[in-house]
């Protein structure tokens, strides 16, 4: 259990978002004042935002509440944060950190709870002076170079992936594509953030991939959270993240992303992208398997049969094993002498030959995949 760091951030009105404490005292906190406080917050009661920072991931708790005072605008404002080198950390503390900014609001200033679980936690972040080899692993979400399912079980909670689901109905088989590509993903919603923050790790879950010694080169899918407008610097030299935000301003900076989420609405601007954002005849296949399977699952739950498996382990090993059969294929027909990747190919993989050629084209670009697709011709379908 690693906490590299504990801290209270607290709106003032008169100079805005600041670190008010934090442990331990010389720690880099830079931009953590707007990271765990998002853009917007002062409409709402109360939110969570994970995020990034450097090489570790934080989670916040934010709460607002009114207050008879004339310095403070009629409204107290805080969030209580920690920082860790792995995600899979992270939310097995929400509720202590719920708990723990309401303590702030009602008694500011008194951090000794804060204090002791920091004592009690605390973990040393790598220095970078050390070799390599001496430094902590950076977990991502398990992405196609590690595959660490145990540890998902702990950092999201029951039925964020059926939300999901229900949100975005049949598009997330749009999303699935562009996460499979690697594509830079950016979900625009107004506050609260923390269930936008469930949609980037549903995503980044979408690109699951188990086969060993693929994609050396790819880059990870990375979930970057929360970003505001201090972020954006740092995004400019990513080649691939899904992350969320509150500020309307990036929708206008299209260097920045390729895909735009703006609620259910997916879009891109890129012109070679649009063909993706089509739902075709398979992408409704595979929706239909999907509903399918839950159901089956919520019935075998009722009737008492199962109650081990769960509607997040079924979402991500559809996707996983969907993945596992494209790669599967076309490393075989990559390996074949002819290596010629047909419509019959296509429809093994659970593709359409035609709507999905473009998606296929970029995929094998962006894996480095040494394959010809021989399925130009209408009539093949």
Not at 144 to 165: D, L, V
Request: aromatic share 12%; glycine share 6%.
């Amino acid at each position: 259990d690693q906490i590299v760091a504990v801290f209270v951030v607290t709106f003032d009105p008169r100079t805005g978002n600041m670190v008010e404490w934090c442990l331990p005292q010389d720690i880099d906190l830079e931009g953590v004042e707007f990271k765990s406080m998002a853009s917007g917050s002062h409409k709402i009661q109360s939110d969570f935002i994970y995020f990034r920072k450097g090489l570790c991931f934080g989670l916040a708790c934010f709460a607002n509440m009114p207050v008879e005072s004339e310095l403070e605008r009629g409204a107290r404002m805080k969030s209580v944060g920690i920082l860790s080198p792995s995600y899979t950390l992270l939310y097995r503390y929400m509720h202590f950190l719920e708990n723990q900014v309401r303590h702030q609001l009602e008694m500011p200033g008194h951090y000794s709870h804060l204090e002791a679980f920091y004592d009690d936690k605390k973990g040393v972040l790598p220095d970078g002076k050390g070799t390599p080899s001496s430094q902590q692993p950076v977990h991502w979400l398990p992405s196609i170079h590690r595959y660490m399912y145990p540890e998902m079980k702990i950092t999201h909670p029951a039925g964020c992936m059926s939300q999901f689901i229900k949100f975005f109905g049949e598009q997330i088989l749009v999303l699935w594509k562009f996460a499979l590509l690697r594509k830079r993903i950016l979900i625009f919603s107004p506050p609260p953030v923390g269930v936008v923050c469930y949609r980037v790790y549903c995503c980044c879950c979408l690109a699951n991939v188990s086969l060993p010694g693929l994609g050396g080169t790819v880059p990870e899918s990375k979930p970057f959270f929360y970003v505001n407008v201090a972020d954006i610097e740092m995004l400019e030299t990513e080649v691939s993240y899904v992350a969320c935000t509150t500020e309307k301003i990036f929708e206008q900076k299209r260097d920045l992303y390729d895909v735009y989420v703006d609620n259910q609405n997916v879009k891109t601007h890129h012109e070679h992208l649009q063909p993706l954002l089509k739902i075709n005849n398979a992408d409704k296949e595979k929706y239909r398997r999907l509903n399918d399977q839950r159901q089956m699952l919520m019935y075998s739950q009722e009737v008492g049969e199962d109650c081990s498996s769960c509607e997040e382990d079924l979402f991500i090993l559809f996707f996983m094993e969907q993945n596992n059969r494209i790669f599967q294929t076309l490393m075989e027909v990559s390996a074949s002498q002819d290596k010629t990747l047909t419509a019959d190919h296509a429809r093994g993989m659970g593709l359409d030959p035609q709507g999905d050629r473009s998606f296929l084209m970029d995929l094998l670009e962006v894996y480095g995949i040494d394959v010809m697709l021989v399925i130009d011709n209408p009539c093949c379908t």
